[in-house]
């Protein structure tokens, strides 16, 4: 007997976590256009857009701006095989989960690790990198812009000034911050940065943008050794984006037809006017939750606009809040990981999903909750 599989039918969450952000209907809309071939001339033209476009959303003119076929962990992987050669010297920051996880892919491509480590919730202080270069001969420092395990945005002025004296390369993950607050590429010196499409560009997952400055490039021209992935070598994935359209992997059509239109979107509305919004709505949200009586994790200084980090008070049961915020209210946030399991709730208000609306829902949810 043959199995039936019914058709299916999500239902919409409002989705304020960590990630994914709800998707605008232009965006799902560009789902379901026809496919067409990867080097059909129309998608050729669709190509050179998106690269005109992530150039423009990371304030750069690198020439090598692509989205690589992955996610978030994909970008992550794409910025670390490119960089690291066996036995180059790597100082990773880490202030949450997602530096952590820069560390295992480190030594995964035979790097030699340093750690630089603060408590999670704060941010890392310039001067515990320049301790740690003058006793490692880093060749790449990397670090995190928006810790979303935390809610911290992480200053990188200094520490670009630091790490290019000592003629080290940065290496940045901007997966939540991009689309959602400054981030400036070229101003601030960053060689490498990768990002995800679900976060503030509010595209569904599956895409990761990235992309490769002057001396970054010039590294990765003087390897001695093949990049260890071949999926991920932005030798030959650069000369498929490129002009002589060489052959690598098919590129995820419609997924790169969904960014054009996210990212369509941010252009349209203007890099200034949405960071504008997310600063908005996280400081009215903030503000709300401290009236409830709530606290926030991360110092005020400190806190990323898109990802909001709440103490659960001690009488107040996490997995059951959630699951009715969910079940109730139709309404998904994160809980704690790692150290903050169970201590900490993640609000998130990126890109699409930061609308006043969706702040005052939270809270009038969150307040019938925890009156109970
Ligand atoms: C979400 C996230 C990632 C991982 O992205 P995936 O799309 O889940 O693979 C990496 N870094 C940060 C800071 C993130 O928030």
Redesign the pocket.
């Known amino acids: 007997m043959r199995k039936k599989y019914k058709a299916f039918n999500p239902p919409y969450r409002i989705l304020m976590g960590?990630?994914p952000s709800n998707v605008p209907d232009s965006v799902m809309e560009s789902l379901s256009k026809p496919v067409v071939g990867h080097l059909d001339p129309v998608f050729l033209s669709i190509m050179e857009e998106v690269q005109d476009m992530l150039r423009r959303v990371f304030m750069t003119k690198n020439h090598l701006t692509i989205p690589v076929s992955?996610?978030?962990?994909?970008?992550?992987e794409a910025a670390l095989v490119n960089a690291i050669e066996q036995g180059d010297h790597v100082l990773v920051c880490i202030s949450g989960v997602?530096g952590q996880?820069m560390c295992d892919i480190v030594e995964r491509c035979g790097g030699i690790l340093k750690k630089v480590e603060t408590e999670w919730g704060t941010p890392i202080d310039p001067e515990q990198v320049q301790t740690a270069l003058t006793e490692f001969p880093a060749k790449i420092v990397a670090i995190?812009h928006?810790?979303?395990s935390t809610g911290v945005l992480q200053p990188l002025q200094d520490i670009s000034n630091i790490v290019h004296e000592k003629d080290a390369l940065l290496l940045v993950?901007a997966?939540?911050s991009l689309g959602g607050a400054p981030l400036k590429i070229d101003e601030w010196g960053i060689d490498i940065c990768y990002s995800?499409t679900?976060?503030c560009l509010s595209c569904p997952?599956g895409l990761?943008p990235i992309t490769f400055g002057p001396l970054a490039i010039e590294k990765l021209n003087r390897r001695s050794s093949k990049v260890q992935s071949w999926y991920l070598d932005m030798t030959m994935v650069q000369k498929y984006w490129g002009p002589d359209r060489v052959y690598h992997h098919t590129a995820p059509i419609s997924m790169i037809y969904a960014l054009r239109e996210a990212l369509r979107l941010v252009v349209e509305e203007g890099l200034a006017d949405r960071w504008e919004r997310h600063i908005t709505h996280h400081h009215s949200l903030v503000q709300g939750l401290e009236q409830l009586g709530l606290k926030m994790l991360v110092d005020a200084s400190y806190r990323t606009p898109m990802l909001n980090s709440v103490v659960i008070p001690s009488n107040v049961d996490d997995a059951v809040i959630r699951k009715r915020l969910l079940e109730e209210y139709n309404t998904e946030i994160g809980s704690g990981l790692g150290p903050l399991k169970g201590k900490i709730w993640r609000i998130g208000l990126m890109g699409h999903s930061c609308t006043r609306e969706n702040v005052n829902h939270i809270l009038s949810a969150l307040k019938s909750l925890l009156a109970l």
């Open positions: 960590p990630g992955g996610t978030g962990s994909a970008g992550m997602f996880r995190v928006a810790e979303t993950d997966v939540t995800g679900q976060k997952p990761a």
